[in-house]
């Protein structure tokens, strides 16, 4: 085989939540100089411009798309746009997704709505987008890769997280059910598990404080965006041509310490006491 195990030249990639300027747009950034053409969603056409449009300025081949991917209709307004993206499509990326700080509570305190808010947006938009794909891809006897974001929260306990930590593992779940009704056509399904990682949205809840970081985590530091997005190239690449449904931890060696709950059994990284105080009581 003489072709680059690691490039996508020729290929269209859907990345699902582009724009947020952290994982999603690092990934973006990683594929489209692997050599796919990458379809990349985000719902605020604003974010699309202020994360991917430098990329297309840099001349990498992205086609930014502003849709909903939560809703029917933005999953098939995404799929309009890989068709016609130019190249074979072969991959999608779901990045969307996250928990916003007020979903933060007790689990006696989760409502139905918490509940049924945090798994649309992170379990049923997955599972949906990867839905649309597989079809596809089945459609046109072709084979593809699908990698998904979890969380370690999804692999371990989420305490006063519950909704979203549940939400990740399921998402887990549906990978591996995914992988293995797949499987004969081709078709690759993993996630990818990150540890704690300096991104936007993290920012909003996580301060800085190296000392904390060495005593938590393995590595001694939190992780990179590029380097959340350098296992997703791997997993949509050749190089990972026999791995199906497997989720990869991406943390450091967090999980290998899992130092990082207090006295409470609150996370050591959350910045804000008024906030830790709002979230257990």
Known sequence: MNHDLLGLDGRVVIVAGAGGGGIGTATTALIARAGATVVAVSRRRENLDEHVGPLADEGLPVVPVPADVSTADGV??????????????????????????????????????????????????MFFMSQAV?????????????????????????????????????LVAATRTMAVELALDGIRVNAVAPGVTETPAS??????????????????RRGRPEEQAGA??????????YITGQTLLVDGGLNLKWTHLGADNTSLFLKDEGFRDAITH
């Open 134 to 170: 597989a079809a596809e891809l089945k459609a046109r006897g072709r084979p593809g890769s699908i990698v998904s974001l979890s969380s370690i929260s999804g692999m371990n306990t989420a305490p006063f997280h519950i909704a979203y930590g549940t939400a990740k593992a399921a």
């Open 76 to 125: 098939a307004e995404v799929m309009e746009h890989a068709a016609k993206a130019g190249g074979d499509l072969h991959g999608l990326v779901n990045v969307a997704g996250g928990a916003a700080p007020a979903t933060w509570m007790p689990a006696t305190r989760v409502t139905r709505d918490d509940w049924r808010a945090l798994f649309h947006q992170n379990l049923e938009t």
């Open 232 to 241: 997703v190239l791997f997993l949509l690449s050749d190089l990972s041509s």
């Open 203 to 220: 920012g909003t809840y996580v301060d800085e404080d190296p000392e904390r970081d060495r005593r938590a985590i393995a590595m001694g």
